[in-house]
């Protein structure tokens, strides 16, 4: 069955230092990938999304993704934090190809230091 | 337009009460989902429709029941609420050809 880890639970980084979230998924070909961010207290909102192609993408906010199938990961990083970029992060994927449905991880709650 | 709109924003039932959490999106989007937010445990897909009158169970759907008449609206209806159900609920949609998710800003229930 396909999955989502998100092996951070917590990461503190300091404000302007740079930032990389881990996503690692199970999935039988290629996957529909995402990043959503939460804010406190309110829904998710998508970051950015992988299909195919180019395996580095870019999204909202100043972050990128990289997808690489022989790790099976799709790491989230920034190259300069700000204080606003704290809330919690969830990657996703969708359940099948041509599904709408999505698996998500548990989450990555980042903390910015000023 | 308003986006996804959910109703209301906090709820305390007691056990065995029902209720039933409003979703509704005027982008006419034809995928509607229903999620559950727990701490440390991310979202569990409880429903999810993929256009009015079609409706499937997703990963917890044990508790919860949905309808889907209409594009707008998808309610999500619980039935003899049990302390277990406390969580943060989340309305999404989708629409077709776009895999990107829209969210509701959620009800938090609590069932005391």
């Known amino acids: 069955a396909q999955s989502v880890t998100q092996p951070d639970i917590h990461i503190t980084v300091s404000e302007g230092a740079s930032l990389e979230l881990r996503c690692n998924y199970s999935y039988g070909a290629t996957p529909y990938l995402f990043w959503y961010v939460q804010s406190p207290g309110q829904g998710l909102q998508l970051l950015l999304k992988y299909f195919s192609g180019d395996t580095l993408v870019q999204g909202i906010k100043g972050f990128e993704a990289e997808f690489k199938r022989s790790q099976s990961s799709f790491n989230l990083r920034k190259p300069s934090v700000h204080w606003s970029d704290a809330a919690e992060y969830f990657c996703a994927v969708e359940v099948a190809s041509g599904t709408y449905k999505y698996i998500f991880g548990t989450g990555t709650r980042l903390k910015v230091l000023a | 337009n308003a986006g996804v709109t959910q109703t209301p924003k906090f709820r305390i039932l007691k056990i065995g009460q029902s209720m039933t959490l409003q979703c509704a999106q005027d982008m006419n989007h034809n995928y509607m989902y229903w999620y559950r937010q727990d701490p440390g445990m991310g979202l569990k897909l409880i429903y999810y429709?993929?256009?009015?009158?079609?409706?499937d169970k997703g990963e917890v759907p044990n508790g919860y029941n949905v309808s889907r008449s209409t594009t707008e609206d998808f309610p999500l209806r619980l039935e003899l609420a049990a302390p277990s159900q406390t969580s943060v609920y989340f309305c999404a949609t989708t629409p077709d050809g776009v895999r990107e998710q829209f969210f509701g800003p959620g009800t938090r229930l609590t069932v005391l």
């Open positions: 429709s993929v256009g009015a009158g079609i409706t």
